[in-house]
Structures are given as C-alpha cells and as structure tokens.
C-alpha cells in the first residue's frame, strides 16, 4: 500500500519492484505523468507533435538524450525503473509489458512526461462533481476516436480520450474546473453521443476498464496522454517505450499547483 | 491606417510595404506573435527551450522547415514578409533591421511564431486595469532582466519583461485575469522593486519606450516574447531572425479565444 507514502518513497517502491499496479489515487494531491521515450532522432518530430497538439500531449518535463534522471517535476526519478509498467514498441508494433527497462535504455533515448487526467480528478471532486472511476475503483475507460490530431513529422494519429460519466447538471461545472488545467489536458474535447467522435460501443473501451453511466449522465471525454501510442503504431519508429496505461510517474508536483 | 482592416487586409498592407511600424493597437480583438526563424539544425534545441520556458515563450505556430507560409494562425500569412520590421542576427551579432526578409530566408528555416502580452491588453482594460503604454500611445517598456531561463542545448540566457504600471488597488485584478492567458504569458513573472529582478533604471528599457509611473502604482512585469533574442546572442547560430520588437504578425486568432 502506498497510504501516505511522499511521492519519492513511492518511487522507490516502484524501482524496487514492490508495487508493479495501476497508480489511480496513490499519493493523493501529487500529479503523475505519462511517458513516451524515443531515440534522439525522432525527438524533434516529436516535441512538435506535442506542441501542435498540446490538449492531448501536455509536456511536464523533457529529458535531456541520454539522460535517465529526471530534473524538474520529480528530481531523481529514474524514467526507465519509476513507471511501475512499460510497454515496448518495436518498429511500431506492441511487443511486451516490462516492469524496468533499464535492459533496453539506449544512450540517445529522449524521454517525454506528460500531464495525466488523474490530476483534475481531485479538483473535479472537491468540486462536487463525482468521479466514477475512483467510485468503483477501477482504472478510467480510454477510447480511440476519430478526432484527428495536428501530425508533424512522422506522427500522426487520432486522439485517443479518457471517459468520465457526469450528471447532466454537473456537466457545466465539470468543463469550468478542468479548463483551468490546461497542464493536464484541459477542458473536454467532447461531450454526449460517443457515435459523433467514432466510439462504437461505449462499453467496451481501449485502454482501461469500463465503468457504469447512469441515467441522467452524459458521458463526458478528455484528451488523453496515452494519445501518443497511437502515434507511435503509425511512426514505426525502431523502438519506443510508453508507460502501460494507468501505469504512471507519480511526481513532486501538487496537482493545485497545475491551475491557472 | 489600420482602421475596420482585417488581420488578411492588413497583413497585405504589411507584406506591400506600406506599414512598417509598430503594431500596438493595430486590428483590435486579434492576437499576434512575436518571431524567431532558425535553422532545422537549432530547431530541436530552440523548441525545447520554449517548452522548458513556456511563460516566457508559448508558442503559437511552428512552421515546416523551409516553409514560409503559415498555417494555423494566419493561414496563408508569409513568415518572411509579413511582420512590418525584422531583426538580423548572424553568429549571434545584430547587424540589420529589415523589413522583408525574403531574400535571407533559407529552405533549412523553421519559423516559431509566440504569443504576445499585446492579447491581454484588452482584457486587462475590459476589467478596468488601466494600461499605460497604449494611454501614451507608446511601444510597451521592455528589460532583460536576472530571471534565469531553463537551458536547452546551446540555448540559455535570462528572462525579458515586459513592465505596465498598475495602481496597488488593481494589482490582484491584473494577476487575475492575465493568469487566465497562459498561451499569451499569462501571470506577472514579478510584482514591485525593478533590483529584484536586475533591472537598475526603471526609466530605460533595454527595448521599447518608457512610459510614466504615477504615485501610488507598482511596477508589474510579464514575460516578455523577446526573451528569446537573448538566447539567440548567447547561441550564436549562423544566422537567426526575430521580429523587430513591437513590430508583430497580426494573426486570424481572437485575444478572446486565448483565454483558459
């Protein structure tokens, strides 16, 4: 268990293997992040995919080529041992889970950290708009739509979204808490009927696990930092690693501190 | 004159050589941006210096390497034509102020286009903040100050800043609502005493004019799009070059579209 274990003895934990499972609400208040690492020679298409695209792929922190250690939001951490669960990308297709991926850094790695949704959970709660993820204890759904992303490069793709299911009167409230956190995906890219943004069957998602919508909620869609994979399936860059989705960096950085 | 022009019109007046002044004030309600053209080969090291310092550089636009044409903010706007004054900068050295550079432009160049503070003028006088620069019909005071940027490759150097005399009432007011403009600067990077942040005499911006600081006013300081000349003086890539300051690309983006 990680109850009230600071952001870094959590770390720790994760680099010594003692906790290898999804980080929903762990280290409460504290924002986790999303990885994508890829060598240096891609890192400019990147970094450009990121910037056009800054809803979907908000960047907390961009490692220097070669470097492990991160420096800004979480000083220390290592990017290949501190996300409990990686998934590796060889020439754009999905070839393992690893928990540590040292074996496989290579020296001209770049290493993205990307703002997660979990961190306006937190907000949206104290807010009183109910987090159904976090109610039912599950990881959030995660879709793949058909709302293009701005390519740049080699990458392209379709924005993939998380799902959170809001009262209809909530619904207002939810966009005006989460706008305010543009560091971590911002407002909703879409709000309603899953057929308009290319979601066939709202039951059974991506990435993730499905959670209940009630009668009298509206289904409600964030960009989301697992965005990049789809990217990367079409890049086929030599090799990429992600981290597995829910699987996140927890880092030293408030979530309050993430609101404009 | 500018007046009743759309940013398309002026834009032409500008690309036609018929305005090639300062463009405070100019199409208001529109956004525009500040300029720094590269190289491909310092682009990677000059994108990750604005993400590492995105108050100080929030990029709007990045161009395609060797494209002039935008395509997002201004589509079909010339990146080598149609700002009214550019500045030259070979090995790091300013040598020239032009006001088209279509005969320096290289099919290497990528062009990053920035935010402005010039956007959040407006909301600043809708909220009944008074802003000196345009009372005085002046170019906003600009110093580089001791406020250290993050590094990026061969890009490193301090802040540049924008100063607007605020009354002490009002002060909370301007934080307010520029925090809410994160993709034009957003919040003051400083507040009150100028030797704080290394700026000796209040009365002689390094670019821009002065403006007067009435009794019973703060000196407030916003991170200014100019901050990366610094970086290029200290970069000393071949060649580089910026818009003029205060001389922007009026783009089709509504100020009111930046808000959070």
Redesign the interface.
């Given at each position: 268990m990680s109850d009230g274990l600071t952001p870094r003895a959590f770390r720790e934990m994760v680099r010594g293997g003692r906790h290898t499972g999804q980080t929903s609400g762990v280290c409460p208040g504290f924002a986790q992040t999303n990885l994508v690492a890829l060598p240096r020679a891609y890192?400019?298409d990147f970094?450009?995919y990121?910037?056009?695209n800054p809803e979907a792929i908000p960047?907390l922190e961009?490692t220097e080529a070669g470097e492990r250690l991160l420096r800004?939001i979480a000083p220390g951490a290592d990017a290949a041992t501190d996300y409990p669960r990686y998934r590796v990308y060889r020439d754009g297709v999905f070839t393992e889970e690893l928990t540590d991926v040292s074996g496989l850094w290579r020296e001209d790695f770049v290493s993205f950290h990307i703002g997660c949704s979990f961190s306006f959970e937190s907000a949206l709660i104290e807010a009183g708009v109910p987090v159904r993820n976090i109610e039912e204890n599950r990881n959030v759904p995660m879709f793949v739509t058909n709302i293009p992303c701005?390519s740049a490069g080699v990458f392209s793709g379709t924005m993939v979204v998380s799902m959170r299911p809001i009262p209809f009167a909530l619904v207002p409230r939810a966009v005006s808490v989460t706008?305010?956190m543009?560091r971590v995906h911002?407002a909703p890219a879409h709000i309603g009927d899953p057929s308009l943004i290319g979601i066939r069957d709202i039951t059974k998602p991506d990435y993730g696990e499905a959670v209940t919508i009630y009668p009298g909620e509206d289904p409600v869609f964030w960009p989301c930092g697992v965005t990049p994979q789809v990217a990367v399936l079409n890049a086929k860059p030599s090799l990429a690693i992600t981290h597995a989705p829910g699987h996140m960096l927890v880092t030293d950085v408030r979530n309050a501190a993430l609101r404009?």
């Open positions: 890192a400019y970094l450009l990121a910037q056009r960047l961009v800004k701005e706008a305010r543009p911002g404009v």
